[in-house]
């Protein structure tokens, strides 16, 4: 049975129950507990995505990540899912970042990270391992430095290839090095996948699920300015939505056909749906389908948007929904059939009968007035397909307004 198979074999097993009983959706209970507050979801490093000088085995690897929400404790998620055999670890340590795209640390917060005591572990080839808590103080929007001195390294490395900012590789163990001199640059994240900190009852994770657009391709280099980024600080600077973490669960080329790791819900149930504090996800997955279809495939993309908004249903997940943005002028995604298949998978999308709990008119918020098949000239990276810095910060603001309404006609009832 393939994988995408399974996955939605497993969906099924899922939404029936959840069902089970009276029929209602579950309600998630407010409880004290562990959320994410950063995220890269792990695929299959590619040969341009393997550091060479130096490598990775017997080195070290300074990694940034940008918090969602602040905390006093922290823990970390290692990933070797697509590892071709085990990774170790030697050691790691957390520290907080001197400034965004730079390898410079704070030294004074420079803290070891351990593993049932241990400063070292193991991985199993498709296995992650989480770190114990660790006393860690930081706040939303803190740039932190994460840095790993591995041992045995697999040769081919899970990694989240598009990480749009810059990781450093250095020879031998400097994990507690304020800065590095002479490095390799990359731009991916290796094994490190997720970021959690504990926090009190009334905490939320929202999820941004979808392909290159949420991963933030086009957005600034360095700048942590993708639409799930830029969402975190809008929600971070408001007092009634401070207490939601935006996390993105994103990878090039996710799509609703896809097999295996490319799979959407495949990566829903692997990703999301087993994740502790959960509370919300906001789906926009489709371009990647829509660039290779032969026909007319609006009504089976409509069907898996319903299972997937189903199984999250079913855990007491809200599903919110964005519209694919135009692409006319990429002649890659591009056809008078493509653009019949955005446009119907849209309407879908804005409708009752899709069952989202609200939606983001990202087509709309995007696109010329002029011409509703192509994005506005301020908003496009260069590609004609993802947005720019300019375009994910119109995208959250919609999101966020979405958010802000769905919350003020909650508190009407």
Known sequence: MSPRKISAVLLCIILLAGLAGCGKRPVIEPADGWYAVWSASPEAAELSEIPRNPVLSGNTCRQQIKTSLGGDKIRLTFSNEYGSGDLKIESVHIAHLSAAGSPAIDTSTDTPVTFSG???????????????????????????????????????????????????????????????????????????????????????????????????????????????????????????????SVISASVSELGLFSEGAASAEYRLEREILGLEGVHS?????????????????????????????????????????????????????????????????????????????????????????????????????????HPNAAGYEAMAKAAAEMLREKAAAAEEK
Not at 120 to 125: C, D, E, F, H, S
Not at 333 to 357: A, P
Request: net charge negative; with cysteine; charged share 20%.
């Open 281 to 385: 996800v906001l789906l926009m997955i489709g371009a990647d389908d829509i660039k290779t279809a032969q026909y007319d495939i609006s009504s089976e993309m409509a069907e898996v948007y319903k299972r997937i908004t189903k199984a999250c249903q079913s855990k007491g997940i809200s599903v919110y929904a964005g519209t694919i943005p135009p692409f006319e002028g990429n002649t890659l995604y591009y056809s008078e059939l493509h653009e019949k298949i955005r446009r119907s998978v849209n309407e879908f999308i804005m409708s009752e009968e899709s069952g989202f709990d609200g939606v983001v008119d990202f087509a709309e918020i995007l696109c010329r007035a002029e011409n509703g098949s192509k994005l506005q000239p301020d908003y496009d990276s260069g590609d004609s397909l």
């Open 118 to 244: 241990s400063s070292a572990v193991t991985v199993k080839a498709g296995r992650s391992v989480t770190s114990d808590e660790i006393v860690f103080s930081f706040n939303a929007a803190d740039m932190l430095a994460v840095t790993v001195k591995f041992g045995d390294v697999p040769n081919v490395p899970s990694c989240h290839r598009n990480a749009s900012c810059t990781t450093w590789v250095v020879e031998g163990d400097r994990v507690s090095d304020e800065a590095f001199a002479s490095m390799e640059l990359m731009s991916s994240n290796y094994f490190l996948s997720r970021a959690d900190t504990y926090a009190l009852a009334g905490t939320e994770t929202l999820v941004c699920f979808g392909d290159s657009v949420t991963d933030g391709t086009g957005s600034t280099y360095n700048g942590f300015n993708s639409y799930p980024e830029a969402l975190a600080g809008i929600l971070g600077s408001d007092p009634d939505f401070g207490n939601i």
